[in-house]
C-alpha cells in the first residue's frame, strides 16, 4: 500500500523515477525466489563466482552499456536506433585488426599456423581497443551532425546508420565470419577477476558516464536542450554541440558494448552482433524513468537498472523453460507494463483509488 | 444589472490545496447571465485554479459549484462543455495549418453522401463568424490571420460545439493590438447581449474598466470582493489586488530623474547601419552606459527583431556593431554574454524558462553556459547564487528546487531575469518583461531597471505598454513596419510618439 502511494505520489517524483525499475526488479527477482530453485545460488569455482544472479549481471553488460549512452540521447529529446549496427561496425573492426589475413588476397598461405595461436594479433590489442572505440565514435557523429546541423528527425537520422550499418559492417570483414583465438582480447568479454571482467569495465563506463554528465556542467545542458532546445539557445547553450555530444558519447558506449560481446563470443558476425539490441537500450532507458521523445530529466542509475531488469526477465524465462524465441513475447508485455506504469492517466487512477483506500481505512 | 434570478453560476466556498500550497480559500464566484465579469488578481492570486475548477481541469477540494440552480460536479473539461462552461486560452488551442471553417467544425463536419460537404461546411462557418461581426475568407489557414481573429475563432468555436451559457477568456488580450482588442470587446459585448455570461480574467485594468460590469478581486488564494466596477475607483482597485497602497509609480518618476544623471558619455554599444533583409530595415542606435532605451511600437514593428539582432540570435546582413569601441564578430548568444550583452525574450514560456528544471538551475543557467562545459558550478555555489537572487528580487517560491513550472507567470519572469543579473552584463535587453504580470511585480521590474541603470548598467526596454515605456526609459526609440521610426529624447510627448507609432507623421 504506502509503496503504491510513493509510486503514485507527484512531490516525490524523484525517487518514484527509480522506484518504478527497483520495483521491477524486485518483482522478477521475487518471482525467481518461489520459481526457480537454486536461482539465488552462489558459488566460487577458481576462485571465479558463479551462480544465476552473476549471469544476469555479466550478459547484461552490453545492454547496460548501450543504456548508458542511450539515456544521454533520448535526454536531449532524441533517440538512437543505430547503436546494434555500429556494435556490427566497431566488432569488424576490431576483428578485421587482430586478423586481416583471413579477408586478404592470399588466403591459402599460412593460415592452419595461426588458426588456435592464442597470442596472435595483426596490431597489438590496445590498438585494436582504441581504434575500434574511435570508429564507434566516429559512427556517433555522423548520427550527431545528422541530428543537430542537418537537423533531421532523430528517429530518420539514425536509422540511416540502423540500415547501412551492418552492410557496412559487412564490406570491413568481406562478409566472412572471423574466428578470434587471441586470449588478451578475448579476457575483455570472458576473463574474471573473481566476477566477470566485463562487469568491471561496465561499472568505470558507468562512473565515468556520472562523473562526466553530474560533475560537469553536461548534464544540465543535456536536460535543458532537452526540455526546451529554444530556451537553451537564448541562455548562451550551444545546443548542437550537446547533442552532437550526446550522439558521440552513445557511440562510443556502442564501441565498448561491441568490444564485450565480440570478445565474449570471439566470432565477427556482422549479421548477429547487436541484432535488436537498440531495442532492448531504449526500453532500459525507458523503464529508468527517461521520457522517451520529451526528453528532459534523466537518470543514469535507472537507466542501468531498467537493463537489469530486462537482463534477468530474460534469464528467468530461460529458467522456467520458455522458448528462447518466445522471449520477445515477454518483453512486449513489459513494454506495456512498463508504458502504464508511467502513464500520466494510470498514475492518476492509482492516486485516485489510493487515497479511496486510505480513507476507507481512515473510516474503519 | 445583477438580478440574482439570473445566475448562471455559482461558485460557493471553494478550497483547493496543491502539496505545499493552499490554492484557494473559501472562495466564492458568481456570474450572471447578459453580464462581463473581470477577475482580477496578481500572479498566484489564484485566478488560474479557480477558473481551473470551473471548467472541470481541477477537482476543488470542498465548496459547491451551481450550474443553473442545480449542484453539478464538474468531472473533466469534455464535462464542462457539455454543461456549456467554454474557455478560451491565453494561447490558441487551434490548428493554424487547418482552414478556419475546418477549425470551426472539425468533428461536426456536416456530411453529404458519406463525405465532407465541403460547401455547406465554409457556408455554416461564415455564418457563425458573420454572426460575430467578423468577415474573413473562411477557406484560408487560420494561422494566415492574425491571433485577434484566430482568438475569435478559437471564440466562435467554443460557442459552436457547446452552446455556451458560460464562456471564460483567460488573458484573452495579452498579445493583442488596441484595434484587435476593440474588435474582440465588439465580440464580447454582443455575446453579453445575448444573455451569455463572461468571465474575464486580464491583467490590464484599463480593459477591466472598459468592458467589465462586475469585478472580482482575489488576492492570495482568498476572496477580497465583488464590485460593481462602475463605482470602483481604480486606486481602489490596485490597493486592494495589492493589499497596500500603490505610491511606486511616483517613485519610479522620481528614480528616473535622479538616474538619468548617472548616464555615460562614451557610448557603450553603437549599431551602424545594421539590419537584416527580411527582418528589420538598417538602423543606428547609440547606447550609453546607465541608459535606459525605451522601444515603443505596436506588435510586430520590428522590436523584437532589434533585440534579436543585437543579442546574436540573429546575424546582421548588413552595417556594423561596435562595443566598447570594437566592432563586434561573434553574433551568437554565447558571444553576447561574453561581452555582457543579456536578453530577456518576448516568449517567456517558450524561450525563457526551462519549465522542468528547477528555479537554482534556471537561475545558474546562462552563467554556467559562459563558463563552458567544465568550469562547472558546484551545488553549493549554485544554491548560494540562486538564493541570492530569489532573495533579491523577491522571487516566491517555496525552495530553490522547485520546478520553475510551479512558479506564477511573475515569479517565472523573475527567475529568467535572475539568470541574465547573474551573469552581470553591462547592457540587459529586456523584450516584454511585464507581458502577464501582475502591478505589483511590475513595478518591481520597472523600479529594478531604473536601479540597475543607476549602477550603471544599460537597458533596452520593449513593451506594448507606452505608459511603462514613458516612465522607465531615459530615450524612447520608434519602430514601425519593422524599421525604426524616430527617437525621442528628455521629455517626451505621449501624443507625439502615438502619432510616430501609428504613423500619422513621417
Known amino acids: 500500500m504506502s509503496a503504491l502511494r510513493s509510486v503514485f505520489s507527484r512531490s516525490r517524483l524523484r525517487e518514484s523515477r527509480l522506484s518504478v525499475p527497483i520495483l521491477a526488479l524486485a518483482v522478477i527477482l521475487l518471482f525467481d525466489f518461489v520459481f526457480v530453485p537454486g536461482f539465488f545460488n552462489l558459488e566460487i569455482r577458481d576462485g571465479h563466482l558463479f551462480g544465476s544472479l552473476v549471469d544476469i549481471l555479466r550478459n547484461s553488460t552490453p545492454t547496460v552499456a548501450l543504456a548508458i549512452g542511450m539515456t544521454l540521447v533520448i535526454a536531449t529529446g532524441g533517440v538512437d536506433l543505430s547503436v546494434g549496427a555500429i556494435m556490427a561496425i566497431a566488432a569488424s573492426v576490431a576483428c578485421i585488426l587482430i586478423d586481416p589475413r583471413i579477408v586478404g588476397l592470399n588466403l591459402q598461405g599460412d593460415i592452419t599456423a595461426v588458426v588456435g595461436d592464442p597470442t596472435y594479433s595483426f596490431v597489438p590489442i590496445p590498438i585494436v581497443i582504441v581504434a575500434s572505440l574511435a570508429v564507434a565514435v566516429v559512427c556517433g557523429l555522423w548520427n550527431g551532425v545528422l541530428v543537430s546541423f542537418g537537423r533531421i528527425q532523430p528517429m530518420v537520422a539514425t536509422l540511416i546508420l540502423m540500415i547501412a550499418g551492418r552492410g557496412i559492417a559487412q564490406l570491413i570483414t568481406n562478409s566472412i565470419k572471423i574466428i578470434i583465438f587471441n586470449d588478451s582480447f578475448a579476457f575483455i568479454g570472458n576473463g574474471f577477476i573473481v566476477l566477470p571482467f566485463s562487469l568491471f569495465i561496465v561499472v568505470a563506463l558507468f562512473a565515468g558516464a556520472w562523473l562526466l554528465t553530474r560533475r560537469t556542467a553536461i548534464g544540465l545542458f543535456v536536460e535543458s536542450v532537452g526540455i526546451s532546445f529554444r530556451a537553451s539557445l537564448y541562455s548562451g547553450i550551444n545546443e548542437k554541440r550537446i547533442k552532437l555530444f550526446a550522439y558521440a558519447f552513445c557511440g562510443f558506449c556502442a564501441g565498448v558494448a561491441a568490444l564485450i560481446a565480440v570478445s565474449s563470443i570471439r566470432t565477427s558476425d556482422a549479421n548477429q552482433i547487436g541484432l535488436y539490441t537498440e531495442l532492448d537500450a531504449i526500453l532500459a532507458v525507458v523503464i529508468g524513468g527517461t521520457v522517451l521523445g520529451a526528453g528532459g530529466r534523466f537518470s543514469l542509475l535507472g537507466s542501468l537498472i531498467g537493463a537489469l531488469v530486462i537482463q534477468a526477465t530474460q534469464t528467468s524465462m530461460y529458467a522456467i523453460g520458455v522458448a528462447a524465441s518466445a522471449i520477445t513475447a515477454v518483453k512486449a508485455v513489459m513494454v506495456i507494463v512498463v508504458i502504464l506504469l508511467y502513464s500520466q492517466q494510470v498514475q492518476d487512477l492509482g492516486r485516485r483509488i489510493a487515497g479511496r483506500l486510505a480513507r476507507r481505512q481512515a473510516a474503519a | ?506
Open chain 2, 1 to 506: 444589472m445583477t438580478d440574482p434570478a439570473r445566475d448562471i453560476v455559482v461558485m460557493e466556498s471553494i478550497d483547493k490545496s496543491f502539496p505545499g500550497v493552499q490554492a484557494l480559500k473559501q472562495v466564492s464566484l458568481t456570474l450572471a447571465g447578459g453580464e462581463i465579469h473581470a477577475l482580477v488578481g496578481e500572479n498566484g492570486a489564484g485566478k488560474s485554479t479557480l477558473i481551473k475548477v470551473l471548467t472541470g481541469v481541477e477537482r476543488p477540494d470542498g465548496g459547491t459549484i451551481t450550474l443553473d440552480g442545480a449542484e453539478v460536479s464538474i468531472r473533466s473539461p469534455l464535462h464542462a462543455q457539455s454543461l456549456g462552461i467554454s474557455t478560451v486560452y491565453q494561447e490558441v488551442n487551434l490548428c493554424p495549418n487547418l482552414t478556419v471553417a475546418e477549425n470551426l467544425l472539425i468533428g461536426r463536419q456536416p456530411m453529404k453522401l458519406g463525405h465532407v460537404d465541403w460547401n455547406a461546411m465554409n457556408r455554416q462557418a461564415r455564418e457563425i463568424l458573420q454572426g460575430l461581426d467578423i468577415e474573413i475568407d473562411v477557406t484560408r489557414p487560420l494561422g494566415s490571420y492574425s491571433i485577434a481573429i484566430q482568438q475569435m475563432a478559437a471564440i466562435a468555436r467554443a460557442l459552436v460545439i457547446s452552446s455556451a451559457k458560460v464562456l471564460v477568456l483567460d488573458e484573452p488580450t495579452s498579445s493583442l493590438t488596441g484595434h484587435e482588442t476593440d474588435q474582440l470587446f465588439r465580440v464580447m459585448r454582443k455575446l453579453k447581449g445575448e444573455g451569455i455570461a463572461i468571465l474575464f480574467i486580464t491583467h490590464f485594468l484599463d480593459q477591466v474598466y472598459e468592458v467589465s460590469d462586475r469585478v472580482t478581486i482575489l488576492r492570495n488564494g482568498a476572496l477580497v470582493g465583488v464590485y460593481e466596477t462602475a463605482v470602483l475607483p481604480r486606486l481602489t482597485l490596485i490597493t486592494l489586488m495589492l493589499g497596500r497602497s500603490l505610491t511606486e509609480l511616483d517613485d519610479i518618476n522620481q528614480h528616473k530623474i535622479e538616474s538619468s544623471q548617472h548616464i555615460g558619455t562614451e557610448p557603450l554599444l553603437q549599431a551602424d547601419g545594421v539590419g537584416l533583409v527580411g527582418s528589420i530595415a538598417p538602423f543606428d542606435l547609440v547606447l550609453h552606459t546607465g541608459e535606459v532605451v525605451g522601444l515603443a511600437g505596436l506588435l510586430g514593428s520590428g522590436r523584437t527583431e532589434m533585440a534579436q539582432l543585437l543579442f546574436g540570435i540573429d546575424q546582421p546582413t548588413e552595417g556594423s556593431l561596435t562595443m566598447d569601441g570594437k566592432r563586434v564578430r561573434n553574433f551568437s548568444p554565447i558571444g553576447s554574454i561574453e561581452r555582457g550583452v543579456a536578453l530577456c525574450p518576448e516568449d517567456r514560456k517558450a524561450e525563457g524558462i526551462v519549465a522542468d528544471l528547477t528555479v537554482r538551475e534556471n537561475i545558474i543557467m546562462a552563467m554556467q553556459a559562459s563558463r563552458g562545459w567544465f568550469r562547472h558550478l558546484s551545488t553549493s555555489d549554485q544554491y548560494a547564487i540562486a538564493d541570492k537572487y530569489i532573495k533579491l528580487l523577491s522571487i516566491a517560491t517555496p525552495s530553490a528546487d522547485q520546478p520553475v513550472r510551479n512558479l506564477s507567470g511573475g515569479n517565472q519572469q523573475k527567475v529568467i531575469l535572475a539568470r541574465w543579473l547573474a551573469t552581470n552584463p553591462r547592457l540587459l535587453i529586456l523584450d516584454e518583461p511585464t507581458r502577464g504580470i501582475d502591478v505589483g511585480t511590475k513595478a518591481d521590474i520597472q523600479k529594478l531597471v531604473l536601479s540597475l541603470a543607476e549602477e550603471g548598467k544599460s537597458c533596452i526596454f520593449i513593451s506594448s505598454e507606452l505608459e511603462e515605456v514613458l516612465r522607465t526609459s531615459h530615450r524612447v526609440v520608434v519602430m514601425r513596419d519593422r524599421a525604426k521610426v524616430t527617437e525621442f529624447a528628455g521629455e517626451v510627448d505621449e501624443r507625439a510618439i502615438m502619432n510616430a507609432i501609428a504613423g500619422g507623421e513621417a
